[in-house]
């Protein structure tokens, strides 16, 4: 180890990282006057962790989840590397700038995970962890060294509940190659952390199976113990509390030669020990501690000589090295115009030359072994999928139908087939899952029996466990079920390899995991979500197991195409395009019919039901499989004079079928709209509307040719089993007054009779929105006098 190359390296990142935040901050011309922040203090004490790990201790197949507030050290050490720009660094945290924290998807440099939402930066180590055993143990895989999957982590990210849940999951599956690494600095946002909290850690990760390791003091302090009297400064330290230790920090050498000579001095032996040094020497000395000793860091990570998890935490000192060293207020603190300056020359940077990386160390990265290989994103090939399967069954449900073409799939033994990974947080059978798994089996690394089928006990479930199984069964943690999706959904750019993830759960816990899903999207993973029971339809179940506000979910979380649909045909013209939309990665070009970027793929979300339907006849043709992807077509086109249209997306289609039949009477030319995708509908035609503003002026949206021919004197009836905001914006497609029918408040028990009736989604509340409408005239509501 070139001990000396990597203390010139930590010194540049530190000065880099902090050099960043000042010019955003302080040089750079701001138009609207708000601070832009960039967490110099929560920076300076990652350095030398990850001057360690970059420059000595990562391999090329290693990954590395960066802390957030660390993602300016991260940018600096890309553009010691030549991965990053002086432009972009310049333009930290602007437009076009290095991301405020370390992205996928908007950074230029090898960013391995997206962190920012605390704490699921951290879980996902896990997760790609097991990915990365999964795919290891399949026969189609090409063998790869095992990589490390590694996350630096703020002790203040230890309070998310995430991170728990999935050291539970990690101990049930046998985690292993993965590196925590917590920056025990002590500090949050507001204040200092609890006293003893170490020891809680440390007890924690041990009763999951983890190896802990702490580094706690530096070459320095072990040198300093080693003294006559360095066993009372070692139990001093060891006492110390955290507050205390912190504001000495900040107050530097002299308050730590009265505070040490006060509490331990006796003339003799301590108190020789303490003059020997001089202020500067003390401070140096005290803040000598283990996550900031080069040293102490390098041995650390190479005596780990196994592949069980560990966690390392590594004491520091928020703001090392620099002005704003151990203060209270430190967290977003910036350091001033003055500090800076006397930074600088501490430092030793000449004016004008901040960015130079004129440094005499070309030789000693070009070695850097990390980074010998360059960028480390994997590709792989798409696979073709079959085609839609087609389910003959008369009368079924969407959840039902969805079970059985996966096991369609299991039993055709395709390539694709043999990429589908499935996972679902302990709902496996009740998501209908369970045909698929019989037929594919639990994945396990080392395999575990079916007792009960070996004790011939009855049971339609084979829970065999082994290498070869295709499903993840895990516990009942939503978060787990989406951070496991994203690691499995980025397996081609991770690994190499591609897998093609299916989750499922239960549609109204959603909410419980969403911003793990919105982490996983952020990322671009690729995954296939299905959600299911749905709505009030479960109506016996009450308002905690209904879902109301899950379409508007769907339509709002980028990344996420969301589809509601009603019949088994629409469900398996939409399965086969996610399993080719979830593989795709081209350009962000439009697709003219649509206006939306299909060609770069992205992930999709199926809102199923439980309720049983009537399937219709055989309508297999090109322009319905086009409508059903693109969102919409008309089971019943509209005449000439129609005065009503009804819309209504998923099993509600029934009420509206029935209730056109009835109005149908009195109404002429009545319409029926199926909606397969509110989603797919509103965004590609807010996408045309953008494109018609940029000079496109054909641009022409799905839903405005569906709708371009129906008079404009035509009420829209919308009716769907969830808020009724999914379908209430078609009005303003062409400017048809709409009457939106949906569900607006937490749900009741009952029949699904009941509670359409209760809720006003049945055919008589769509047949009396549409006996209050008269064409020219305002629509009457219930209650109002004619």
Known sequence: ???????????????????????ANHLREKTDGLKVGGHQASSASMVSIMTALYFHSLRPQDRVAV???????????????????????????????????????????????????????????????????????????????EGRMIALVGDAELDEGNVYEALQEGWKHGLRNTWWIIDYNRQSLDGVVREGLARRIESIFGAFGWDVVRLKYGALQRAAFDEPGGEALKRWIDDCPNALYSALTFQGG??????????????????????????????????????????????????????????????????????????????????????????????GVRDGREWDLDHGLDAFLKEVPFFREGR??????????????????????????????????????????????????????????GPWVNRR???????????????????????????????????????????????????????GERLLPVGTLYDPFIARGLDALNYACYQDARFLLAATPSGVTLAPEGGAHQSVGTPLIGMAQDGLASFEPAYLDE??????????????????????????????????YLRL????????????????????????????????????????????????????????DDR?????????????????????????????KGATSHIERLLADVPRHCTLISVTDGHPATLAWLGGVIGHRTVALGVEHFGQTGTIADLYRHFGIDADAIVAAASEIAPGRPIRLAGQVA
Not at 101 to 111: E, L, N
Not at 403 to 432: F, H
Not at 458 to 463: F, G, L, M, R, V
Not at 595 to 604: A, C, H, I, K, Y
């Open 67 to 145: 802390k957030p507030h660390a993602s300016p050290v991260f940018h600096a050490i890309q553009y010691l590397m030549g991965n990053q720009t002086r432009e972009r660094l310049e333009n930290f945290r602007g437009y076009g700038g290095a991301q405020s924290y370390p992205s996928r998807t908007k950074d230029v440099d090898d960013v391995d995970f997206s962190t920012g939402s605390v704490g699921l930066g951290v879980a996902i180590t896990a997760f790609t962890s097991m990915v990365q055993d999964y795919i290891a143990a399949k026969p189609w895989a090409k063998t790869r060294a």
């Open 376 to 433: 480390r994103r994997h590709s792989a090939g798409r696979l073709a999928t079959p085609g839609p399967v087609f389910l003959d069954d008369r009368e079924l449900s969407t959840q039902a139908g969805f079970g059985k073409i996966l096991d369609a799939l299991a039993k055709s033994g395709s390539s694709l087939a043999d990429r589908i990974v499935t996972t679902s947080p302990d709902v496996t059978v009740s998501t209908n899952l």
């Open 571 to 604: 469900l398996s013209i939409v399965m086969d395009w996610a399993f080719d939309y979830m593989q795709r990665d081209g350009k962000a070009d439009r697709d003219e019919n649509t206006w939306l970027r299909d060609e770069t793929g992205g992930s999709v």
């Open 254 to 347: 002299a308050a730590w030669r009265k505070r040490l000579q006060d509490d331990i001095g006796d003339q003799g032996k301590v108190s020789a020990l303490i003059g020997r040094r001089s202020d500067a020497e003390l401070q140096e000395l005290m803040t000598n501690l283990g996550g900031h000793c080069l040293e102490t860091l390098t041995d650390a990570f190479a005596r780990i000589d196994h592949d069980r998890p560990v966690a390392f935490v590594a004491y520091t000192i928020k703001g090392w090295n620099t002005p704003l060293a151990g203060h209270k207020d430190n967290h977003s603190g910036l350091m001033t115009p003055a500090q800076m300056d006397a930074f600088k020359q501490q430092m």
């Open 668 to 696: 002429r030319d009545i319409g029926v709209l199926a909606v397969t995708s509110a989603d797919r509908l509103n965004a590609g035609w807010h996408a045309a509307m953008r494109m018609r503003k940029r000079g496109q």
């Open 1 to 23: 180890m070139d001990l000396a190359r990597l203390k010139e390296i930590e010194k540049k990142l530190l000065w880099l990282a902090c050099w960043t935040i000042h010019n």
């Open 609 to 664: 039901s439980t309720r049983a339907l009537e399937q219709p006849a055989s309508r297999d043709t090109a322009e319905f499989r086009q409508g059903v992807i693109d969102g919409a077509y008309w089971l019943r086109k509209p005449g000439p004079n129609a005065e009503v249209v009804i819309a209504y997306q998923g099993v509600v289609a029934p009420e509206a079928i029935e209730a056109a039949g009835r109005i149908g």
């Open 441 to 495: 089996g639990l994945f396990a690394r080392e395999e575990i029996a079916d007792t009960f089928r070996d004790e011939r006990v009855p049971s339609a479930q084979k829970w065999r466990f082994d290498r070869q199984g295709q499903h993840i069964e895990l516990g009942i943690a939503e978060m787990n079920l989406f951070l496991l999706l994203g690691a499995a959904g980025l397996s081609h750019s991770l690994f």
